[in-house]
């Protein structure tokens, strides 16, 4: 018997002149062509003699089974899908299909996934360039993805500042998640931030909206749209959206030159090996930034400043910080430590709120993996467990006091000396440079430190 054959072929967004090579001599070898009824029409010139199975869009995994059955048969099937077919389409339950009946890549059924445009790339074009820089795509759809899941995706997204291109945006019946993922999206950017509504990219009924992710989701939007959203440096020029492709950061956009302390061809300054010097410079360069503004200032986590100002060398100094990492085998030996430093502040914060409390270091106990700082006003539990850091800190003459941080860069909680008048107590202060010395290591990085001095990136 003849070996059957499934093409799972995505033709592109609807236009013939946009379905590759690939998908047109994919159904032309088909005996059966199957797919969703407003799919087979925008191929139905292509379909002259051949068995055309058409399917409801909720009888996707029927789909999918047809197209095994037939295979079984020995025929060549095609699985048509707009865009894509592994782009939320049916690549995904077709391989669950025939894993779940026990087929092999050595059985008689071939498989051949052809790729097309999907949606996002199509609609991309049509509006300018705006995924010239990392870029995610998120469906609305919660016929089969949780909410909370969709949520946590979007807010993701969002604080990771990506174009977002957004899948089946709105039904009939589902139109409240654009007006969620609006509210979601505009927590972390900006309400002029430039979208696109495309609705049937490539198809006859063609429609561009451009408008602001303030506006969104009062435009007309249904499930023939793909909604693009721009992230923090995406502009509209000409009506037309633009993503940079960061090459402002580096270079001179008339001359092609590279900016000053930048080289072609290397990571950024703010690259992966040279952020941390750049910090430094800004700690220098601003005297008055504590560690919490400079977290702010570069976006990034507390524990990630506390590393930079670590790698502190002559000649490359983070301002008046100084900083040493305490080994996580140590953590018991720094408490005990702790006990010495007369009275102590511990501040824990969470966005809006600030808690600080004065307590005695000798308040400070263990009890299993819990650091308990108690007294008759306050009780503070801290599960040692999470601690991922610990790090002596010293901002000179302001602040002395260890930094507990997280997994993730997070400040679980800070243990600061406390001043008597205008000073530190001599004695505490000795002490806890005593021990900043003994457990407390510097981090040498090796790295060039005149290189590091320009701020360059190597
Ligand atoms: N496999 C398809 C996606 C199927 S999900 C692909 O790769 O493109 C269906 C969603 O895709 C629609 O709700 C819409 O958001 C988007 N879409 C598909 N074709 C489109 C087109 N021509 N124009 C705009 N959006 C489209």
């Known amino acids: 018997m003849k070996k059957g054959k499934i093409l799972l072929v995505g033709f592109g967004p609807g236009a013939p002149e946009h379905m590759s090579q ?208 721009g992230n923090s440096s995406t502009f509209v020029r000409e009506g037309l959206m633009v993503t940079p492709r960061g090459y402002a950061n580096k270079y001179d956009t008339l001359t092609g030159e590279a900016k000053h302390g930048e080289q072609a061809g290397r990571s950024l300054t703010m690259g992966l090996t040279g952020w941390h010097a750049c910090v430094r410079r800004h700690l220098r360069e601003t005297p008055e930034a504590n560690l919490r503004d400079a977290a702010a200032h570069f976006d990034a986590p507390l524990g990630e400043i506390l590393a930079a100002v670590v790698e502190a060398q002559p000649g490359d100094e983070a301002g008046a910080m100084q900083a040493r990492l305490v080994a996580t085998e140590h953590l018991d030996t720094l408490f005990t430590a702790a006990q010495n430093w007369g009275q102590i502040r511990a501040v824990v914060r969470s966005e809006a709120a600030i808690a600080e409390i004065l307590l005695q270091a000798k308040d400070l106990t263990r009890k299993g993996q819990w650091l308990n700082l108690v007294n008759e006003h306050c009780h503070l539990h801290v599960d040692t467990g999470r601690i991922a850091s610990a790090w002596f800190f010293s901002h000179d003459g302001q602040q002395h006091g260890v930094y507990l941080i997280d997994a993730n860069g997070g400040l679980i909680a800070s243990l600061l000396l406390v001043k008597v008048g205008d000073h530190f107590n001599q004695q505490t202060l000795d002490s806890f440079r005593k021990a900043s010395e003994q457990l407390g290591q510097l981090i040498d990085t090796g790295e060039d430190i005149e290189a590091e001095e320009e701020c360059s990136d190597e």
């Open 22 to 229: 690939r998908a047109r001599d994919a159904i032309a070898e088909a005996d059966v062509v199957i797919g969703y009824s407003t799919y087979i029409k925008l191929v139905q010139d292509l379909l002259d003699g051949k068995e055309v199975i058409r399917k409801g869009m909720t009888e996707e995994l029927d789909r999918s089974i047809e197209a095994y059955e037939q295979a079984r048969q020995g025929k060549t099937v095609a699985l048509v899908s707009s865009g894509d077919i592994g782009v939320y389409g049916m690549a995904g339950p077709t391989y669950e299909v025939l894993f779940q009946s026990g087929w092999t890549r050595d059985s008689d059924i071939t498989v051949e996934v052809v790729p097309g445009a999907t949606a996002l790339n199509a609609c991309a074009a049509l509006v300018g360039a705006p995924l010239t820089h990392d870029f995610c795509s998120i469906s609305l759809s919660d016929l089969l993805t949780p909410w909370p899941t969709i949520a946590r995706r979007l807010e993701a997204a969002a604080r990771g500042d990506f174009v977002i291109a957004l899948y089946n945006p709105k039904s009939g019946r589902r139109t409240g998640q654009i007006v969620e993922a609006q509210r979601i999206l505009l927590l972390h950017r900006r309400p002029d931030t430039p979208v696109a509504i495309v609705k049937s990219g490539y198809r006859r009924r063609q429609a561009i909206q451009m408008t602001t992710l303030a506006q969104m989701a009062d435009c007309e939007i249904g499930m023939l749209c793909t909604v693009l959203i």
